[in-house]
C-alpha cells in the first residue's frame, strides 16, 4: 500500500513539473506579450478542451525542460480529429532539442497513419544550437519534420499558427504549410534575425521590418491571414478547417444552405463602363452564403481576390479579380496567389469558382523583369490541371491572358458562363483599334473626321466581340441574368459534384516556376 | 521628385502609385484634409481607371504629379503633413 502511494506521488510529481511548464518569469513574460500558455492555446482549439498527448515526459531527467519545449497532442476539432504539435516557449523560449524535434515527427506519423489534418501551433526560437549533433543533421532530425511536411502536403491538411517567432530552419514550418495564420505584433518569421542580420551583412532593421506579421501578410506573401489576438487565430482557423474534408480521399462536409447577405444586386454592383471600378467583394456576397467567406491571403496582392466560401452550403473556392484594385489587372504576386490557392483547393476536392473581370497580366519592364511570363504560366499551370470541377464566369471584361487565367473556354472549365455585360477579346476596343488603325488614325488630318473614324471602328469592334455573337458561336457556354447566378452556380455544383478526370500516366508534370 | 519626399528621415506619411501609369485626374488640393479611403488621384493604366485611396487621415502637403504625368509603380504621387 504505502509503495503504491510512493509511485503515484513521484507520477503526480513529474507530471506537475510537466504541466507547469518554464519558470514562472517566463510565463509572465508571456501575460505581457499578450501571449497564452500552450496548454490554455490546446484548450481554446480542442473541443470541449479535450486532448490525448505523447511524449510528456520527453527529456523529464533534464529537470528544466518539461515536456522538452513541445506539447503533442490529438483531439477534435469541429468534430474532426486532428494531430496538433505546439511549441511551449516558456522552455526555453520554444527551441529544439533532439527530443523535440522527435516528437513533432512522431505526432505527424500519426496524423499521417490516422490521415488527419494537422496544425502546427508555433512559437518557437529555432534550434538549441548546443543539442546540434542531435537534433540538426540526422536521420531524424529537423530536416525530417520538413521532409514529411512535403511528403504529407496534399494528402492531409496542414495549417500553422504563428503566436510567436519562428526563426531560421523553423521558419521552414509555416513555408510548407498549406496556410499561416499570424497573430500581428507577436508572430514573425525570418531565416536571419535583425542581430544576424547587422553581424552578418550590416543591415540595421527592426523585427517587424524583417519578418513580422503584417510584412509577411502583405508584402512577402509568406503570411495568409492576420489576426489581431491568439484567440482569434484559433477560431478563424477552426473556421477555416470546416471547408476542409480530414484528407484527399474525403469530400468537404455540407452545410445548411443559408441566404446571401442583404445588399445591392449584381445589377446594380456592375457598372455599364467596362474601365470603371466596383468592388468585387460586393459582388461575391451577392452569390454566396452569408458570412461563409474566408478570404485567404485578403492583404496581399489584392487586386487578385482568393477565398473560401459556401454556395447553398456547398464549399468552394473563389478566384475573382478585384477591378477596385490596380484595376483587376494580373502581376507577378497575384498569380503566385492564385496558383497556391487552386493547388490547395484542388488537393482537397473544393470546386473552384473564377469570377472574371480582368484587363489582361500587366505588361511594362518592371514586370517583365520580375519574370511576369514565368509567374502567369505558372498560374495558367495550376489553373488547368486543377481536377475539381471548375466554373468559369464572365462577369465583365476578360482580356488577353487575362480569360486563359480565368479558366476561359480553352482550359476545359465544366462551364463558361457569361454575364450580358461580358467582354471577351485579345484586348479592349480602344486598345485593339489603336493597334490595328493607328498609322490610317494619324494619317487623318480634321481631327473631327479623325474621331469619327475611331469611334467607327470601336462600334465596329464591339459588334465583332459581342457577346451573343460568341454565344452563338458556342464559345461560352451560357449567358446567364445576373439575378440567376448564384442559383445557376448552385445547380452546376449540385450536378458536377462526381466529376472525375482521368489524366495520361506520367510522372508529373515539369513545374513553370 | 523633390528630394523632401524622397528622404527617410522625415516623418511624412507618402501615398505611393500602385502601379506604372497615367495620370487621369488629381481630385486633392495642397493643404485639402482626407479621410482613409479617400480617393486622392485616378491613375489610367491597362486602359482601367485605378482609384488611388488615402490609407489613412490626413492633411495633404504635397502633389508630386500632374493629370497627364507618367508614374512608375512606387513612386510617391502625394505626401500628407
Given amino acids: 500500500m504505502g509503495e503504491t502511494k510512493e509511485y503515484n506521488d513521484r507520477l503526480e510529481e513529474k507530471l506537475a513539473s510537466v504541466y507547469a511548464g518554464g519558470h514562472a518569469k517566463y510565463h509572465e513574460k508571456m501575460k505581457e506579450q499578450n501571449k497564452l500558455f500552450v496548454r490554455d492555446r490546446l484548450e481554446l482549439l480542442f473541443d470541449n478542451g479535450e486532448y490525448i498527448e505523447d511524449g510528456r515526459f520527453a527529456n523529464v531527467e533534464a529537470g528544466d525542460l518539461p515536456a522538452d519545449g513541445v506539447v503533442t497532442a490529438t483531439g477534435k476539432v469541429n468534430g474532426q480529429t486532428v494531430c496538433v504539435m505546439a511549441n511551449d516557449s516558456t522552455v526555453k523560449a520554444g527551441s529544439w532539442g533532439s527530443r523535440t524535434v522527435e516528437k513533432i515527427i512522431r505526432i505527424q506519423e500519426i496524423a499521417e497513419k490516422n490521415r488527419v489534418p494537422m496544425l502546427y501551433l508555433v512559437d518557437s526560437a529555432g534550434a538549441r544550437i548546443t543539442d546540434q549533433l542531435d537534433m540538426f543533421p540526422n536521420r531524424r532530425g529537423a530536416g525530417r519534420i520538413f521532409h514529411n511536411q512535403v511528403r504529407l502536403s496534399g494528402f492531409i491538411p496542414q495549417i500553422c499558427l504563428l503566436f510567436g517567432p519562428s526563426a531560421a530552419g523553423g521558419a521552414y514550418i509555416p513555408a510548407f504549410c498549406d496556410i499561416v495564420f499570424m497573430v500581428e505584433g507577436n508572430a514573425s518569421m525570418y531565416l536571419g534575425s535583425p542581430r544576424m542580420a547587422e553581424k552578418v551583412i550590416g543591415e540595421k532593421v527592426t523585427l517587424e521590418e524583417m519578418g513580422g506579421a503584417r510584412m509577411h501578410c502583405t508584402v512577402s506573401g509568406v503570411g495568409d491571414v492576420l489576426v489581431s489576438t491568439e484567440e482569434e487565430a484559433i477560431s478563424e482557423a477552426k473556421r477555416y478547417l470546416s471547408f476542409f474534408p480530414a484528407n484527399y480521399t474525403e469530400k468537404p462536409k455540407q452545410v445548411e444552405s443559408k441566404a446571401i447577405k442583404e445588399g445591392r444586386t449584381l445589377e446594380e454592383i456592375i457598372p455599364e463602363n467596362q474601365n470603371a471600378p466596383f468592388d468585387m467583394y460586393e459582388a461575391i456576397d451577392a452569390i454566396t452564403d452569408e458570412g461563409t467567406f474566408f478570404d485567404v491571403k485578403k492583404l496581399f496582392a489584392p487586386e487578385l481576390i482568393t477565398g473560401l466560401a459556401r454556395i447553398d452550403g456547398r464549399a468552394v473556392g473563389i478566384i475573382a479579380n478585384q477591378p477596385k484594385a490596380k484595376g483587376g489587372v494580373l502581376f507577378v504576386d497575384s498569380a503566385d496567389k492564385a496558383t497556391k490557392f487552386i493547388s490547395l483547393c484542388d488537393a482537397f476536392s473544393i470546386p473552384l469558382i473564377f469570377l472574371a473581370d480582368v484587363p489582361g497580366f500587366m505588361i511594362g519592364t518592371k514586370v517583365e523583369r520580375a519574370g511576369i511570363i514565368r509567374h502567369g504560366a505558372k498560374l495558367i499551370a495550376a489553373m488547368s490541371s486543377a481536377t475539381v470541377p471548375k466554373i468559369s464566369v464572365i462577369v465583365r471584361k476578360a482580356y488577353g491572358a487575362g480569360l486563359y487565367a480565368m479558366a476561359g473556354p480553352a482550359f476545359e472549365p465544366d462551364v463558361c458562363i457569361a454575364l450580358p455585360t461580358a467582354q471577351i477579346a485579345v484586348m479592349g476596343p480602344e486598345a485593339a483599334v489603336n493597334a490595328v488603325y493607328s498609322n490610317k488614325i494619324e494619317a487623318i488630318e480634321d481631327p473631327k473626321e479623325r474621331l469619327k473614324f475611331v469611334q467607327e471602328k470601336h462600334a465596329e469592334y464591339k459588334e465583332e466581340i459581342d457577346i451573343y455573337k460568341l454565344a452563338s458561336e458556342m464559345i461560352i457556354d451560357e449567358i446567364v441574368a445576373p439575378s440567376e447566378l448564384r442559383s445557376e452556380l448552385a445547380n452546376r455544383l449540385r450536378f458536377y459534384e462526381d466529376k472525375q478526370i482521368i489524366n495520361a500516366p506520367r510522372k508529373h508534370p515539369v513545374l513553370p516556376v | ?81
Fill in chain 2, 1 to 81: 521628385m523633390d528630394e523632401q519626399t524622397k528622404g527617410g528621415s522625415f516623418k511624412m506619411k507618402n501615398l505611393e502609385s500602385t502601379m506604372a501609369g497615367t495620370v487621369f485626374t488629381v481630385n486633392v488640393a495642397i493643404g485639402e484634409e482626407v479621410s482613409a479611403g479617400q480617393v486622392v488621384m485616378v491613375l489610367e493604366s491597362m486602359k482601367m481607371e485605378i482609384p488611388i485611396e488615402a490609407e489613412t487621415a490626413g492633411k495633404i502637403a504635397t502633389i508630386n504629379a500632374k493629370e497627364g504625368d507618367f508614374v512608375n509603380e512606387g513612386d510617391v504621387l502625394v505626401t500628407f503633413e
